[in-house]
């Protein structure tokens, strides 16, 4: 890939089934979604933008100097979000052929796994789509259906490898790691594009698993390892988590 020109975007909406509003309640004196802003802007890996389902998110962005733009609060994904949002930001498809989506609801998120998946991209560039995973230590995790697992084979000393699946059961079977994936998408435009356009597909509906639909229509996924999972926010026992890591 050739002097790529990357774009950073947020999706975010109020309503949630288990935490509703949780972008706007408040971690360390600022709201959940300006952490994540902040974080994403630390990455530098290009400009970043909150694609807002609703006017208090891009309000609260704004008022922390950042750039949101407001999209249908009914659209179905994240993904959906992300593709709305670059159409305003980039309509003529002149300025970013490199999108990454960043879930809103990771405020602990450590910048630098931003860069890393950014170039992880760069670095396979016969890839669509780059997404971190990050070694599972905890057993219960491994079990647990909320932790999604990548099968993926990295040879000694790679860092970077093929994806093959995404389960929330444990892949593969056998000796060896597991790998928690992260929630953090390297799309080329094309590959988006191309990805909201079609249905929902039976694999993607099975684990419910946006990733798979994906995959299912042959895009490539590169995963690339980093040392840590953010802790994301879905519950008040997560966000009273979140506030007690950011706040100490």
Excluded at 24 to 37: F, N, Y
Excluded at 95 to 100: A, G, I, L, P, T
Aim: include cysteine.
């Amino acid at each position: 890939m050739s002097s790529p020109s990357p774009v950073v975007i947020i999706p975010a909406r109020l309503k949630a089934t288990r935490l509703p509003n949780k972008p706007l309640a408040l971690i360390a004196g600022e709201p959940m979604i300006v952490q994540v802003w902040r974080r994403a802007m630390e990455a530098n890996v290009g400009p970043v933008f909150v694609a807002a389902g609703d006017q208090e998110i891009v309000t609260a962005i704004e008022k922390a100097g950042g750039n949101a733009v407001l999209t249908d609060p009914d659209l179905p994904s994240g993904s959906d979000r992300v593709w709305q949002a670059l159409g305003k930001i980039d309509p003529g498809h002149s300025r970013f052929d490199v999108v990454m989506n960043v879930q809103g609801d990771v405020p602990t998120l450590d910048p630098a796994i931003l860069s890393r998946t950014y170039q992880g991209l760069l670095d396979a560039p016969h890839m669509d789509i780059s997404t971190p995973v990050c070694a599972i230590t905890d057993p219960s995790e491994e079990t647990n259906p909320n932790v999604v697992k990548a099968a993926v084979g990295f040879r000694p000393g790679e860092t970077s490898a093929p994806a093959l699946y995404f389960s929330r059961t444990p892949v593969p079977s056998g000796e060896g790691p597991h790998y928690h994936h992260i929630g953090v998408y390297v799309w080329k435009r094309e590959a988006l594009e191309s990805f909201v356009r079609w249905p929902t597909s039976v694999l993607e509906r099975r684990e419910n698993l946006e990733q798979l639909r994906a995959m299912e229509h042959g895009l490539r996924i590169q995963a690339v390892l980093v040392n840590t999972a953010p802790l994301g926010v879905d519950t008040a026992d997560d966000l009273a988590r979140a506030r007690q890591m950011m706040e100490s």
